[in-house]
């Protein structure tokens, strides 16, 4: 119908000039997330995408599962497809794009040849690309269905129409071998998605976003990687007054590939994110990849989760509070204590080139700035006088950048037993300083 023909019909409608390429663009990005399900995955005509998922069966639970997981996959990135599922990829074909008849259900499923001759018997010979251009001679000798057509000689329906209609039927009923250019997934992934309209609120970018991840989930798998740190670019308009995109780096404790896990991060990063101006595009770019860490064999589970598990749950705190709020204990190679002991990223992979069984015993909370003592019958004291029960350790240190220190640290108790870490300061008049609290 003409775009005349159909504002006449419907004035409502909206009609749009067909992009070639954005349809392409479109079909590869389905294919990049179907990826994850099996390697061999390649386009067709006709807007098709084949899957050979044999060798997946047994890890999706059977062809009704993989189906369902590949439908909800398409459907969560935003299209709408009918899906066939075949012994051969143009039987699949073909039963995707077969509609309905009088009295007879439709189905698009065969498991077994023997199905599959039956549905496709019952299909319009018009439903194979090669015979259309002999659809009026093969209408009028009556051969309407693709059964009629398989019972017509073969050496005179080779002499009336091609080779090509007859190697299409023999792949359509696996007489013959089916041969594909399976996509080669890229080096690196990059995905762009344009939006419909400028967008100023941070949360509503969280559907293209995820359409973005669920391409990442395809490409991590099909390359057995995980993912350690990805960036979303938020494209802001152009002209006069560009600014440059707005990064969103997002860093993984632990490589992950699942679909969940990485947009829930996404979602917790989006909703703490302020728009400097209206976003009209985003991108999501892989910076750092690790291979992907097979499953467990422990028999019996760990108590309070797995590694993996508290490293998902600082991933979810960092997102939710920010990097400079989720911090570890960590140790710097200087003598001083207040340098030594420092706080980073929980996420931050951490040397145990300090770790020592040889290491002397510290306090596990030192101050940020040590409380001088009062001094009562020569005595430190702090709510009570101090006992000095092991020492001294000397600590001369930091000439190096103009922050000399010359303590001697002692262990004293006080009268309830309590244990406190203490210091003679000897670079000026000699005085007594708390600097640690032991448990």
């Known amino acids: 119908m003409r775009a005349g023909g159909v504002a006449t019909v419907s004035p409502a409608t909206i009609v749009l000039d067909r992009n070639l390429d954005k349809e392409g663009i479109a079909l590869n990005a389905i294919a990049i997330a179907l990826l994850q399900f099996t390697p061999e995955v390649t386009c067709a005509d006709d807007f098709c995408i084949l899957l050979d998922v044999s060798a997946s069966l047994t890890l999706f639970n059977g062809p009704l599962a993989i189906c369902r997981r590949i439908n909800a996959s398409v459907k969560a990135l935003g299209f709408t497809m009918t899906l066939g599922a075949a012994p051969t990829a143009t039987g699949a074909w073909l039963l995707s794009r077969s509609h309905r008849k009088k009295f007879r259900p439709l189905r698009h499923r065969a498991v077994t040849m023997k199905t599959l001759t039956a549905l496709l018997n019952h299909l319009s010979c018009t439903s194979l690309s090669a015979t259309l251009p002999y659809a009026e001679w093969l209408s009028g000798i009556g051969a309407c269905t693709l059964g009629d057509l398989r019972k017509l000689p073969r050496p005179g329906l080779l002499r009336r129409t091609d080779q090509h209609l007859l190697e299409e039927l023999d792949r359509a009923y696996g007489l013959a071998p089916e041969l594909f250019d399976w996509i080669k997934t890229p080096a690196t992934f990059s995905a762009r998605m344009e939006t ?157 080139k300090n770790e020592s069984s040889n290491i002397v015993e510290r306090p596990f909370w030192i101050l940020a700035k040590p409380i001088a003592l009062l001094m009562r019958d020569d005595r430190p004291f702090y709510g009570s006088p101090l006992k000095l029960v092991r020492g001294p350790e000397r600590v001369e240190a930091g000439w190096w950048d103009s922050q000399t220190i010359a303590r001697d640290y002692f262990v004293a108790q006080n009268t309830e037993s309590s244990c406190y870490w203490i210091y003679l300061e000897r670079t000026s008049e000699p005085h007594w300083f708390l600097h640690g609290l032991y448990a």
């Open 196 to 352: 419909f309209d400028r967008i100023e609120h941070a949360d509503a970018l969280m559907f293209g976003a995820t359409r973005l991840i669920l391409q990442l989930i395809g490409w991590l798998v099909s390359l057995q990687q995980a993912v350690s740190i990805f960036v979303l670019h938020l494209e802001h308009e152009r002209g006069r007054y560009a600014i440059a995109p707005t990064e969103i780096e997002i860093g993984l404790a632990e490589s992950a590939w699942h679909e969940e896990h990485l947009i829930r991060l996404l979602q917790e990063r989006l909703g703490r994110i302020e728009l400097v101006a209206p976003v009209i595009a985003i991108r999501l770019e892989v910076r750092k990849v690790t291979a992907m860490l097979p499953p467990t064999m422990s028999l019996f589970p760990e108590p309070g989760g797995s590694p993996a598990d508290l490293n998902r749950l600082l991933e979810l705190l960092i997102a939710r509070l920010g990097k400079s709020n989720v911090l570890t204990p960590a140790c710097v190679d200087d003598y001083r204590p207040e340098i030594c002991n420092t706080w980073v990223p929980a996420t931050d992979k951490l040397s145990n």
